[in-house]
């Protein structure tokens, strides 16, 4: 959400400003609200993006529409679209109705968004792939670490071996 009635999102790079409004609502189903609201919020964007509140916002920078819409525009809209030199990504928004699905916290790296079936438990905690695959690596480096270190009965042998190469040295010394 903006604080601008009609744009869902601003999003503002280096060299341009793209003002994105999404459609959730079914193109057949709910022709009439469908329709009428990509008519809104295309106008409310292209209205914003010749104002001089842009321009105060944005200085130079050239700004183009984007619309996310839950489902894939009939042909009319994506001509309607093409027409004002808007992008169209469908698909990666829920539609009105849904809830978008719950996701959760990285536990190591904080970032946020994960779906939980993609996460793992670890000591940490539920962990993304990324840090799970880090952590998996540093636990086997541990456990190769005491399988393949030195065993107290390691230690005792070499304790032993030092011993008796001592006792030789100093049988050796004393005769
Ligand atoms: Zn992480």
């Known amino acids: ?10 999003v503002e790079n280096a060299n341009a400003v793209q003002l994105v409004f999404h459609v959730r609502r079914d193109w057949l189903a709910d022709a009439d609200a469908a329709y009428d609201e990509v008519r809104r919020k295309a106008d409310a964007c292209r209205r914003f993006l010749v104002s001089p509140a842009f321009k105060e916002r944005f200085g130079m920078k050239p ?4 619309m996310k819409a839950s489902r894939q525009p009939p042909a009319d809209v994506m001509e309607e679209m093409a027409r004002l030199g808007a992008d169209v990504m469908v698909g990666n928004l829920p539609f009105l109705g849904e809830t978008a699905a719950p996701t959760a916290n990285c ?8 779906q939980p079936n993609l996460m793992s438990m670890t000591d940490h905690g539920l962990t993304c792939p990324t840090c799970f695959n880090a952590w998996s690596m540093r636990a086997n480096s541990t456990s ?9 009965w390691q230690w005792a042998r070499i304790v032993i071996a030092v011993s008796v190469l001592f006792i030789g040295f100093m049988l050796r010394v004393c005769t």
């Open 107 to 114: 536990m190591i790296c904080g970032r946020a968004g994960f």
């Open 144 to 152: 190769f670490g005491s399988s393949y270190g030195l065993s107290s």
């Open 63 to 66: 700004g183009s529409l984007m």
């Open 1 to 10: 959400m903006t604080d601008f009635e009609g744009i869902d999102e601003i």
